[in-house]
């Protein structure tokens, strides 16, 4: 089946494609099926002799979500922390709509891919100046309409004006979420994204981040240790152990192996 996906520009409702040189003219045609939006080849990092991950390879489609999951210490967070080279990779290379990533310039990659920390840390002032931040970096303005779309996306309309250092833990972290889609990436790395969160909160995030993805075809890498989430939110489940790929498959196969 062909689908009709945004590769380089996931979060497209919100952009006026009237503009030259808008993202409309990147636009391609994916078939979901055989083209992987970001490819891991032989990735791995060592540090001081120690092997973190190792011989990591592994394709991830448009709009499918990978969930990454293992014991403590098992590389689950280095692996996703290389993806946007917040940590650099000693073996291999990753390919991102068959690019190396490498010959991307640091802070356009991680625009493409964007990553939700498990704490929510937002920058002192407005809600609506926390998601200026990455736009205004790139040389470019976000509307008032804009920003307030943004908000309306995850579940805070109107909280623009609001100083983030009063928001509740909830609405921190769909701020930092609405800041990361700000930037328009094509990929969502997600750090154990509701591990501060209780189990109301935790559970409306997760709705959220799948609503949106879904619905703009963002493809999403997450690590956690939840396996419940991991069943309820992932099309695939990658266990780590030691560094090393263990299982693959989906949450059936591998949750209930």
């Given at each position: 089946?062909?689908?009709?996906?945004?590769?380089?520009?996931?979060?497209s409702g919100i952009f006026d494609f009237s503009k030259k040189n808008s993202i409309f003219e990147r636009v391609n045609i994916?078939?979901?099926?055989?083209?992987?939006?970001?490819?891991?080849?032989?990735?791995?990092?060592?540090?001081?002799?120690?092997?973190?991950?190792?011989?990591?390879?592994?394709?991830?489609?448009?709009?499918?979500?990978?969930?990454?999951?293992?014991?403590?210490?098992?590389?689950?967070?280095?692996?996703?922390?290389?993806?946007?080279?917040?940590?650099?990779?000693?073996?291999?290379?990753?390919?991102?709509?068959?690019?190396?990533?490498?010959?991307?310039?640091?802070?356009?990659?991680?625009?493409?891919?964007?990553?939700?920390?498990?704490?929510?840390?937002?920058?002192?002032?407005?809600?609506?100046?926390?998601?200026?931040?990455?736009?205004?970096?790139?040389?470019?303005?976000?509307?008032?309409?804009?920003?307030?779309?943004?908000?309306?996306?995850?579940?805070?309309?109107?909280?623009?004006?609001?100083?983030?250092?009063?928001?509740?833990?909830?609405?921190?972290?769909?701020?930092?979420?609405?800041?990361?889609?700000?930037?328009?990436?094509?990929?969502?790395?997600?750090?154990?994204?509701?591990?501060?969160?209780?189990?109301?909160?935790?559970?409306?995030?997760?709705?959220?981040?799948?609503?949106?993805?879904?619905?703009?075809?963002?493809?999403?890498?997450?690590?956690?240790?939840?396996?419940?989430?991991?069943?309820?939110?992932?099309?695939?489940?990658?266990?780590?152990?030691?560094?090393?790929?263990?299982?693959?498959?989906?949450?059936?196969?591998?949750?209930?192996?």
């Amino acid at each position: 089946m062909i689908r009709f996906f945004f590769p380089f520009c996931c979060f497209s409702g919100i952009f006026d494609f009237s503009k030259k040189n808008s993202i409309f003219e990147r636009v391609n045609i994916i078939n979901m099926e055989t083209i992987p939006v970001l490819e891991m080849k032989e990735l791995g990092r060592q540090v001081e002799g120690k092997t973190l991950v190792s011989d990591i390879n592994l394709a991830v489609k448009v709009g499918e979500v990978l969930a990454i999951t293992g014991p403590s210490g098992a590389g689950k967070s280095s692996l996703l922390r290389m993806l946007n080279r917040l940590d650099e990779p000693t073996q291999g290379t990753v390919l991102l709509n068959g690019e190396d990533y490498r010959a991307l310039p640091v802070p356009e990659l991680r625009r493409r891919v964007g990553m939700l920390l498990q704490q929510a840390y937002l920058f002192p002032g407005t809600v609506a100046e926390n998601l200026r931040f990455g736009p205004t970096q790139q040389g470019k303005t976000l509307a008032d309409e804009v920003v307030e779309d943004l908000l309306t996306r995850v579940g805070l309309a109107g909280f623009g004006e609001k100083d983030s250092a009063v928001l509740s833990g909830g609405e921190a972290q769909r701020v930092s979420l609405a800041r990361t889609l700000a930037n328009d990436p094509c990929v969502l790395l997600l750090d154990e994204p509701t591990s501060s969160l209780d189990e109301t909160n935790r559970l409306g995030v997760e709705t959220l981040i799948l609503d949106i993805i879904r619905q703009h075809g963002i493809t999403c890498i997450m690590v956690t240790h939840d396996l419940q989430q991991a069943a309820r939110m992932a099309d695939r489940v990658l266990l780590l152990e030691e560094g090393h790929m263990k299982q693959m498959g989906t949450p059936q196969e591998v949750l209930h192996a």
